[in-house]
Nanobody, 118 residues
Framework: QVQLVESGGGLVQAGGSLRLSCAASGSIFSINVMGWYRQAPGKQRELVAGITSGGRTNYADSVKGRFTISRDNAKSTVYLQMNSLKPEDTAVYYC????????????WGQGTQVTVFS
């Protein structure tokens, strides 16, 4: 069984920073793309950033220049460094991974709340 466990959310003032972490565990053979999504109240879940196993990244336009996604393949962990946070970044952030265990499938973490106040 594969699990993704997030940490690092919290309450921060606008302009501040947070770092999210997501560790994959279980019977993992390989991990392809990993990413971070977010969902604000009343809105659809949206992609924030993604990173391939080779390190290629992509970002939502709203976070470019402020957020940085990275991964440590040896630790099966993906990170999201969030700087210059804005109130509109407030959401539940979810980690996603395309992981091959006994089968290849997409897995989700339980979500971590990020709240930015002005």
């Amino acid at each position: 069984q594969v699990q993704l466990v997030e940490s690092g959310g919290g309450l921060v003032q606008a302009g501040g920073s947070l770092r999210l972490s997501c560790a994959a565990s279980g019977s993992i053979f390989s991990i392809n793309v990993m990413g971070w999504y977010r969902q604000a109240p009343g809105k659809q879940r949206e992609l924030v950033a993604g990173i391939t196993s080779g390190g290629r990244t992509n970002y939502a336009d709203s976070v470019k220049g402020r957020f940085t996604i990275s991964r440590d393949n040896a630790k099966s962990t993906v990170y999201l460094q969030m700087n210059s946070l804005k109130p509109e970044d407030t959401a539940v952030y979810y980690c996603n991974g395309n992981i091959r265990g006994t089968i290849r499938s997409d897995y989700w973490g339980q979500g971590t709340q990020v709240t930015v106040f002005s």
